[in-house]
């Protein structure tokens, strides 16, 4: 019983910190149609940003948390008007955007490099200490990273359901020009999903840190990750999303337990091919796209 509540918290933080990188990727999709493959890039300049302004600023962790999402979040923004907003009305936009970000990711690993140099860091946005219950010892950094994907993911999904914002950005994922038409300012939604995706991927990026290193390259894994559960989830399917990364996180656990952790993630490739025999567009995906 020891074993699996071991288990249980490890899978439950694996797949916390998978769906708050993933939320963001699948609201960029979901609303653009759009796979921003700066995103780890993003989620590493968030985990430095947070080290920058503990160490060199000495500031509060939480001044410093907030200092990092607002950064990326315009990072973001950014990236939507110099990059995604020429391209949004041309031809074959969903390749060229795939491809035009890869050069932004690059160019953000670059400065990372130039900035930090290529040795780990700590990150000093954790708890230290841990709760221990017989034989389980669940870390307070883990507990951390669960309440935080809990209070992000709820508050996400407030805002996509209930606020006027929210239902913008849901009307312009369903039809963009419709939506336009019923006065909804498309490239203000645009923009803010986003600077919304970067202030994730800025927590993401922190919370991974938190339990290993800050590397320039640290986000490679995630986002690989994070493409993996949007595709077995459905690409676009925010809540989908959010459920298939605590799949993911809790059968990661089991075979790294079972198994050992070189199996992991051969075996997760092995599921998603299963799911996608089973469901070519996703657990939760719509059979059919629309083109926006």
């Known amino acids: 019983m020891d074993v699996i509540f071991q288990i249980l918290a490890s899978g439950l933080t694996l797949g916390a910190m998978y769906a708050i990188s993933t939320v963001g990727l699948a609201l960029v999709f979901g609303a653009m149609n759009m796979l ?3 995103h ?3 989620l590493a300049l968030g985990g430095y940003l947070s080290y920058f302004a503990l160490q060199s600023l000495d500031i509060h962790p939480l001044l410093g948390v907030a ?3 607002a950064v990326c979040a315009a990072v973001g923004a950014v990236i939507y008007h ?3 907003r020429p391209m949004l009305r041309s031809a074959n936009f969903e390749t060229r955007i795939f491809i035009a970000t890869i050069g932004v990711g690059a160019v953000l690993e670059s400065v990372i490099l130039r900035l930090f140099g290529p040795q780990p860091k700590p990150q000093p946005a954790a708890v230290q200490g841990a709760v221990a219950w017989e034989q389980v010892y669940l870390p307070y950094q883990n507990l951390l990273i669960l309440g935080t994907a809990m209070v992000l993911m709820a508050g996400l999904g407030l805002m996509l359901q209930k ?3 929210g239902r913008a950005i849901r009307a312009t994922a369903q039809n963009r020009d419709a939506a336009q038409l019923m006065g909804v300012r498309i490239g203000f939604v645009y923009a803010l999903v986003l600077a919304i995706s970067g202030g ?3 927590v993401s990026g922190i919370t991974i840190s938190s339990l290993s290193s800050l590397l320039p390259n640290m986000g490679a894994d995630p986002m690989m990750k994070a493409f993996i559960i949007c595709v077995v989830a459905g690409l676009g399917s925010v809540p989908g999303s959010v459920a298939a990364a605590l799949f993911v996180g809790l059968f990661e656990a089991v075979v790294q337990y079972t198994l ?3 199996f992991s993630f051969a075996l997760l490739l092995m599921l998603v091919i299963v799911v996608l025999i089973w469901r070519p567009h996703g657990v939760f995906g719509r059979s059919q ?3 926006l």
Request: glycine residues 12%; positive net charge.
């Open 36 to 38: 921003n493959m700066s």
């Open 40 to 42: 780890g890039a993003i």
């Open 67 to 69: 200092f990092a999402v």
């Open 82 to 84: 110099l990059v995604a």
């Open 163 to 165: 606020s006027r914002t």
């Open 200 to 202: 994730l991927a800025a």
């Open 260 to 262: 050992g952790v070189r």
């Open 289 to 291: 796209g629309v083109r």
